[in-house]
């Protein structure tokens, strides 16, 4: 892990600039509402819509058939699996240039009538909007957001007018855009509606078996639906291609109101009536269980142009918290940690309640110890003996869960072997114990790492090897992958898988943007599909393993920060990705 990369805050500041310059300009050139109608006005249209049953116009509008009736300037534009908000695509547009990157469909409508125009969108400046209505032309937008966002606004067409171009666009400079569920709601222009239709809201949502951090749901399956997006007091948490689904993350003792809405190419159903749940009482509050598929996240404890985080707001998508990082001291193998003021903490006080309240919730938090510039070194009886006697009283004073081993200097398997042992016997069973080592690490069982993993596999929660910053590597089948490729991430994780780690001990690490690590990103729908070949069998690349392993622990990501500075983008395409494992 990196603690060094720095960010350019000059350059932001500069970005920010003109993003502020370009907002302004935007809101003196687009309408972000049409004017108010005439008592008059409004009956007649009412009148006229009547005559016709209202229908979604637009065409393609959930992308699942790809840009088919879209057409997106300067090539701009493509289907993605994900994020998605419905279905199984949505549309990601990217900004170059001087280009906005606008994607626009011609719609049908009818002379003197009132459509009501939505989509869901992601990203930052994203718009929505209508021209050539022969009335007035309307827009409206958001300054940026990391999840789903709805956008609407209406237009009333004219007289003579038999079509209107509906359009999406981002804005200069900025990242790419998202958007999904298309609605040009209104009377039939002619074109007729999407072949397929909306599916109807989901019947017969129903609750079952509840534990203090999670609930079984399930619901009545529609034949039109491609798939089902569940929602928590208003929020999306879950997406699910059948009709049940587990939602993780949930505090105990605690009420909450769940929903579902079924999805297909036309779009999103409205939200099922409301099920009630509350979760009972946890044996202690975030001990250290770790649920069967989980998501690992690093927690930078400095700053280094990452997006500054307390742990408060990290995403409730990450199940395991690794601080980072433990510190050396003078004595060999014993460790120590400085809350760095960088984080922007009141006291240690404070720190510590954020600890506590995360526990609560259902997480884990453990101390990381070594990342890239650690020099912690277990070498001898006595460094070990250090090693758990101070990891121990720091998960005594914080409250920590348990330790993370991220050693990219080298490790001796015999001592810390010893070490890891002596740290679990004071701190008990429900210790939680990880793991990130580099490829070049887990290559062969005779590695010192791969070594340490199966010595202490009794006592092992997850290996989270790192699948960036390597360069090429083999895979289990002894072919050579480079990395960035689902290839390279399913062939190297069966060389753990068929070496001697349960599968509930191996996920997958990776940076959660371009800026955490030097080499070896990979967009989150590649992990997803990943994870998809290693539990299911499906999404896989040229490697194919010869078996399934449905109790894959889950994935990881450097960092929380990181994913924070982009918007979430990580967390929130592979959390559910792996909450959602079979």
């Given at each position: 892990?990196?603690?060094?990369?720095?960010?350019?805050?000059?350059?932001?500041?500069?970005?920010?600039?003109?993003?502020?310059?370009?907002?302004?300009?935007?809101?003196?050139?687009?309408?972000?509402?049409?004017?108010?109608?005439?008592?008059?006005?409004?009956?007649?249209?009412?009148?006229?819509?009547?005559?016709?049953?209202?229908?979604?116009?637009?065409?393609?509008?959930?992308?699942?058939?790809?840009?088919?009736?879209?057409?997106?300037?300067?090539?701009?534009?493509?289907?993605?699996?994900?994020?998605?908000?419905?279905g199984?695509k949505?549309?990601?547009?990217t900004?170059?240039?001087?280009?906005?990157?606008?994607?626009?469909?011609?719609?049908?409508?009818?002379?003197?009538?009132?459509?009501?125009?939505?989509?869901?969108?992601?990203?930052?400046?994203?718009?929505?909007?209508?021209?050539?209505?022969?009335?007035?032309?309307?827009?409206?937008?958001?300054?940026?957001?990391?999840?789903?966002?709805?956008?609407?606004?209406?237009?009333?067409?004219?007289?003579?007018?038999?079509?209107?171009?509906?359009?999406?666009?981002?804005?200069?400079?900025?990242?790419?855009?998202?958007?999904?569920?298309?609605?040009?709601?209104?009377?039939?222009?002619?074109?007729?509606?999407?072949?397929?239709?909306?599916?109807?809201?989901?019947?017969?949502?129903?609750?079952?078996?509840?534990?203090?951090?999670?609930?079984?749901?399930?619901?009545?399956?529609?034949?039109?639906?491609?798939?089902?997006?569940?929602?928590?007091?208003?929020?999306?948490?879950?997406?699910?291609?059948?009709?049940?689904?587990?939602?993780?993350?949930?505090?105990?003792?605690?009420?909450?109101?769940?929903?579902?809405?079924?999805?297909?190419?036309?779009?999103?159903?409205?939200?099922?009536?409301?099920?009630?749940?509350?979760?009972?009482?946890?044996?202690?509050?975030?001990?250290?269980?770790?649920?069967?598929?989980?998501?690992?996240?690093?927690?930078?404890?400095?700053?280094?142009?990452?997006?500054?985080?307390?742990?408060?707001?990290?995403?409730?998508?990450?199940?395991?918290?690794?601080?980072?990082?433990?510190?050396?001291?003078?004595?060999?193998?014993?460790i120590?940690?400085?809350?760095?003021?960088?984080?922007?903490?009141?006291?240690?006080?404070?720190?510590?309640?954020?600890?506590?309240?995360?526990?609560?919730?259902?997480?884990?938090?453990?101390?990381?110890?070594?990342?890239?510039?650690?020099?912690?070194?277990?070498?001898?009886?006595?460094?070990?003996?250090?090693?758990?006697?101070?990891?121990?009283?720091?998960?005594?004073?914080?409250?920590?869960?348990?330790?993370?081993?991220?050693?990219?200097?080298?490790?001796?398997?015999?001592y810390?072997?010893?070490?890891?042992?002596?740290?679990?016997?004071?701190?008990?069973p429900?210790?939680?114990?990880?793991?990130?080592?580099?490829?070049i690490?887990?290559?062969?069982?005779?590695?010192?790492?791969?070594?340490?993993?199966?010595n202490?596999?009794?006592?092992?929660?997850?290996?989270?090897?790192?699948?960036?910053?390597?360069?090429?590597?083999?895979?289990?089948?002894?072919?050579?992958?480079?990395?960035?490729?689902?290839?390279?991430?399913?062939?190297?994780?069966?060389?753990?898988?068929e070496?001697?780690?349960?599968?509930s001990?191996?996920?997958?690490?990776?940076?959660?943007?371009?800026?955490?690590?030097?080499?070896?990103?990979?967009?989150?729908?590649?992990?997803?599909?990943?994870?998809?070949?290693?539990?299911?069998?499906?999404?896989?690349?040229?490697?194919?393993?010869?078996?399934t392993?449905?109790?894959?622990?889950?994935?990881m990501?450097?960092?929380?920060?990181?994913?924070?500075?982009?918007?979430?983008?990580?967390?929130?395409?592979?959390?559910?990705?792996?909450?959602?494992?079979?």
């Open positions: 892990m990196d603690r060094a990369r720095q960010g350019r805050p000059g350059v932001r500041r500069r970005i920010g600039a003109a993003i502020a310059v370009g907002a302004a300009a935007a809101l003196g050139v687009t309408g972000l509402a049409a004017p108010a109608q005439s008592a008059d006005a409004k009956a007649a249209v009412g009148t006229a819509s009547a005559k016709a049953a209202d229908v979604n116009v637009a065409k393609n509008a959930g992308f699942e058939a790809d840009l088919s009736n879209w057409t997106c300037a300067a090539n701009s534009g493509a289907a993605v699996t994900s994020p998605v908000h419905g199984a949505a549309l990601k547009a900004p170059s240039g001087q280009g906005t990157a606008e994607c626009s469909q011609i719609v049908a409508v009818k002379p003197n009538s009132t459509y009501k125009l939505s989509s869901w969108v992601q990203g930052s400046y994203t718009y929505l909007g209508a021209r050539g209505t022969g009335t007035t032309d309307v827009s409206t937008w958001t300054p940026g957001t990391s999840s789903w966002q709805q956008l609407s606004t209406s237009f009333t067409t004219g007289a003579n007018t038999t079509s209107v171009t509906v359009y999406t666009h981002g804005w200069y400079g900025q990242s790419a855009y998202y958007v999904d569920d298309v609605s040009v709601f209104g009377p039939d222009g002619g074109g007729g509606p999407d072949p397929v239709e909306i599916p109807p809201v989901p019947a017969g949502l129903t609750a079952g078996t509840a534990t203090p951090t999670s609930v079984d749901l399930s619901w009545t399956p529609s034949n039109t639906a491609t798939g089902y997006t569940v929602y928590r007091d208003g929020t999306k948490v879950a997406s699910a291609s059948g009709a049940s689904t587990t939602v993780t993350g949930l505090t105990p003792e605690t009420t909450y109101s769940f929903q579902v809405s079924a999805s297909n190419a036309a779009g999103e159903s409205a939200k099922s009536s409301a099920v009630s749940v509350r979760t009972p009482k946890g044996d202690g509050g975030g001990d250290g269980t770790v649920p069967r598929h989980a998501v690992t996240g690093y927690w930078q404890n400095f700053n280094n142009g990452a997006t500054v985080q307390k742990l408060r707001d990290v995403s409730s998508q990450y199940d395991i918290i690794a601080v980072s990082f433990a510190d050396a001291t003078t004595t060999p193998g014993q120590t940690f400085n809350l760095d003021p960088a984080v922007g903490y009141a006291s240690v006080a404070d720190f510590k309640a954020d600890i506590a309240a995360k526990k609560a919730a259902g997480k884990s938090v453990i101390l990381s110890v070594g990342g890239e510039k650690g020099t912690i070194s277990v070498n001898s009886d006595a460094s070990a003996t250090a090693f758990a006697n101070s990891a121990y009283a720091l998960m005594q004073e914080y409250g920590f869960n348990g330790v993370d081993i991220d050693l990219e200097n080298g490790l001796n398997p015999t810390m072997t010893k070490a890891l042992r002596q740290l679990s016997a004071k701190a008990g429900k210790m939680v114990l990880t793991m990130a080592p580099q490829t690490d887990m290559q062969s069982t005779s590695g010192g790492y791969f070594q340490t993993a199966l202490v596999k009794d006592i092992l929660t997850v290996v989270n090897m790192q699948y960036y910053n390597s360069g090429s590597m083999l895979g289990c089948d002894g072919k050579v992958y480079s990395q960035g490729s689902v290839d390279f991430l399913t062939a190297l994780a069966c060389i753990q898988l070496g001697g780690l349960d599968p001990q191996v996920g997958i690490g990776v940076p959660a943007s371009t800026r955490g690590a030097g080499s070896g990103y990979v967009a989150p729908s590649i992990v997803n599909n990943a994870l998809d070949c290693l539990t299911r069998g499906t999404g896989c690349g040229s490697f194919k393993p010869s078996k392993y449905p109790s894959l622990r889950g994935a990501t450097w960092s929380t920060n990181w994913d924070a500075t982009a918007g979430n983008a990580w967390s929130n395409a592979v959390g559910p990705k792996v909450h959602s494992l079979p």
